[in-house]
């Protein structure tokens, strides 16, 4: 599975509103902004690239 389907498949409503980064099937890190976010991840995981997206208020599913 890779970062995006994790995104589509996963139950995230603990981040609804929120920016997470997603990699290797986690959130390893999550934030109100993008900025935070990004910024966390290059310092973690430096040389990787993380799917970063804002997880919607409303999800509408189609599995």
């Excluded at 995006?4 to 980064?21: C, M, N, R, T």
């Excluded at 934030?31 to 990004?38: I, T």
């Amino acid at each position: 599975m890779d970062n995006f389907e994790f995104f589509v498949k996963s139950d995230l409503s603990g981040f609804v509103g929120k920016w997470v980064a997603i990699l290797n099937e986690k959130v390893v890190a999550s934030g109100e902004n993008f900025k935070e976010v990004a910024e966390k991840v290059d310092k973690e995981f430096p040389n990787q690239k993380p799917l970063l997206t804002k997880v919607p208020k409303n999800i509408a599913r189609i599995l």
